[in-house]
């Protein structure tokens, strides 16, 4: 009887250290939120609030940029699994600097809602998603994601602007923060790699040609740039 005694409390030890850890990382419900400006940057309902936070970073500028090629973004290394609300340090060394790349857009969309905007809906609030390419016409699983988040999003990055340059396969700078959006590691979609740039703080569009662009010449800020 002792014996069974013990094994009943380690049991409901055990059921009560599982529920204290869901309870844990589990965020508030998306109640009474009406609007962005009354969604914190964690966001709420059943995401994770610490890949929210990131993904709502307001810093006009990320420091320490790199400039790197796509196919060096697909080879990075990333976990095999992750929970919920888990620490994200051992990611910092990357998620903490910025990074600029070069890309054919090969497609645009603005995302549904989603906890990291409180579940609010309507483009106003919510990401515009980007594909980025090494070719015009490679397919979507060779893609990197990229997105503009609301709380980023100046005055003339219209998705207008956006699904014209994605159906026309324009050639584009992008600068922002390095991101592993963790949330995909158990629920994947089909892109190349769950390394993304997000949030986009600077978007160029090559008004040249590729070579010309490359060597420096011919880039317009996305605010300053308006469809021929």
């Given at each position: ?10 049991l ?31 966001g ?5 609030s ?44 990357r ?40 070719f ?9 994601t ?41 629920n ?5 790699t ?30 300053n740039?308006?469809?021929?």
């Amino acid at each position: 009887m002792k014996n069974r005694t013990v094994v009943l409390s380690l049991l409901f030890s055990a059921i009560a250290l599982v529920s204290f850890s869901f309870t844990t990382t589990a965020q508030q419900p998306c109640t009474g939120i009406s609007s962005l400006a009354d969604c914190p940057n964690t966001g709420c309902g059943q995401g994770d609030s610490n890949l929210n936070a990131l993904k709502n970073r307001t810093d006009a500028a990320p420091p320490n940029i790199q400039t790197r090629r796509l196919g060096q973004i697909r080879a990075f290394s990333e976990p095999s699994s992750w929970t919920r609300g888990q620490d994200r340090s051992s990611l910092a060394f990357r998620e903490s600097r910025g990074v600029v790349v070069k890309a054919f857009l090969s497609d645009a969309r603005a995302s549904g809602k989603e906890t990291t905007n409180c579940r609010l809906t309507g483009q106003d609030n919510n990401d515009f998603h980007l594909d980025l390419v090494s070719f015009k016409k490679a397919g979507k699983e060779t893609a990197v994601t990229a997105e503009i988040t609301p709380r980023l999003r100046k005055a003339g990055w219209d998705f207008e602007k956006l699904d014209f340059l994605g159906e026309e396969k324009y050639y584009i700078r992008i600068t922002g923060w390095y991101l592993l959006d963790s949330m995909h590691i158990s629920n994947p979609i089909e892109r190349s790699t769950n390394w993304e740039i997000h949030p986009i703080t600077r978007l160029e569009v090559c008004t040249l040609t590729r070579p010309k662009c490359n060597q420096g010449q011919g880039w317009v800020d996305l605010e300053n740039w308006e469809i021929p």
